[in-house]
Structures are given as C-alpha cells and as structure tokens.
T-cell receptor, first 111, second 110 residues
Framework: SQTIHQWPATLVQPVGSPLSLECTVE??????LYWYRQAAGRGLQLLFY??????ISSEVPQNLSASRPQDRQFILSSKKLLLSDSGFYLCAWSRTNTEAFFGQGTRLTVV | QKEVEQNSGPLSVPEGAIASLNCTYS??????FFWYRQYSGKSPELIMSIYSNGDKEDGRFTAQLNKASQYVSLLIRDSQPSDSATYLCAVLPGTYKYIFGTGTRLKVLA
C-alpha cells in the first residue's frame, strides 16, 4: 500500500529565516505530487504541483519554491520567511485523474 | 475562474439523523469529484470518490453526482458525534489540478 510522509509536524521559525519541508511517498512510482497551504479557517490553496522529476508548476507567485529531486520526494523551500507564510502546509500525492491523498501536514508559525 | 462552492455552516444535526452536505462547481468539463473529511488540526482524509452521475454508497456515506446541474452532495446516515468535522468537496476539472471548496463544518449533537 502507498504511504505519504511529511515532516516536521510543527515548526516555529523567525521572520527572515529559511524553510525546508520534505515529503516522501512510498509504495508507488511516478506519482503526481502537490503542496497546498491552508490558512486558519480557510480552504486549500494549491502552491505547487509536479508530474515528474524536475517538473514543477507554480500556482501562486510568492517567496516559496519547490523541488522534486527524486521520483517520490517533494521539497518546499523558502530563502526568507514572511509572517504571511504561516499556515498549515499539506503535501499530497495522486495517480492521474484519481483521488489525492494527503500527508499529516506541517503547521508553520512564523514569528 | 473555476470554483467550488460549499456552505460554510456549521450544519448541526442530532445524533442518528441524516446529514446532507452540498457542493456546486463551475467547470462543466469536470469528471472527477471527491469528498474529504478534515478534523480540526488534522489533514484531509478521503471519504468518497465519484465519477459518474447517480449515487455511490459506502457504508454510512452516499455521494450523489448530477453533472447537468453541476452539483455533488454527500449524505451521512446515522450521524455520530465522531462525524463532527469539516467536509471538503474537491473537483478535478482537468488532469492534475484539484480545486477544493472551503468546506462545510458539521456538528453532530449527542
């Protein structure tokens, strides 16, 4: 069976510090991978998605970036965090045209 | 602008009742539809997928899809307090990009 791992679960970072969130998927190959952000009481905002190694589509212009160095690894990064980057970050995977499955999420607080 | 609309709620139902959650979407080419449950502070978990018009049942859950009316719903029979959560409707208009509604908060009253 497939599993998705996302870490860390919680993170408190100062403004201006870098960020690196990692997500890995097990039990499948060539998954579609996603990064979403959910602000408190809000819907899911698609940040990036990837359909293959090195292929990244950005949905929202901002100070975040994503990379897919390996088939089942997806990384969300920032060089300098802003207060507005606080939120619940969710990694997800899917097979094409089917349901998406989410990791446990990372709650990021920028202080 | 492709949109998925849900009533934010809260929808309050007594224990044992049927909870009815509704969702409308704007993109007529959408072919895949999903319901997720999200407990407070947790990530969304998939409840149901539906791809064809009509009803799809899984235990206490029934998803209903009407593509002509661009409407998808979720019925929860015999609602339990543990069903209290936010329910997210998601649509896949194309191949990769899921569009999520903002969710309906359900409260099941014991």
């Amino acid at each position: 069976s497939q599993t998705i791992h996302q870490w860390p679960a919680t993170l408190v970072q100062p403004v201006g510090s870098p960020l690196s969130l990692e997500c890995t998927v097990e039990g499948t190959s060539n998954p579609n991978l996603y990064w979403y952000r959910q602000a408190a009481g809000r819907g899911l905002q698609l940040l990036f998605y990837s359909v293959g190694i090195g292929q990244i589509s950005s949905e929202v212009p901002q100070n975040l970036s994503a990379s897919r160095p390996q088939d089942r690894q997806f990384i969300l990064s920032s060089k300098k965090l802003l207060l507005s980057d606080s939120g619940f970050y969710l990694c997800a995977w899917s097979r094409t045209n089917t349901e998406a499955f989410f990791g446990q999420g990372t709650r990021l607080t920028v202080v | 602008q492709k949109e998925v609309e849900q009533n934010s709620g809260p929808l309050s139902v007594p224990e044992g009742a049927i909870a009815s959650l509704n969702c409308t979407y704007s993109d007529r080419v959408s072919q895949s539809f999903f319901w997720y449950r999200q407990y407070s502070g947790k990530s969304p978990e998939l409840i149901m997928s539906i791809y064809s018009n009509g009803d799809k049942e899984d235990g206490r859950f029934t998803a209903q899809l009407n593509k002509a009316s661009q409407y998808v719903s979720l019925l929860i029979r015999d609602s339990q307090p543990s069903d209290s959560a936010t329910y997210l409707c998601a649509v896949l208009p194309g191949t990769y990009k899921y569009i999520f509604g903002t969710g309906t908060r359900l409260k099941v009253l014991a």
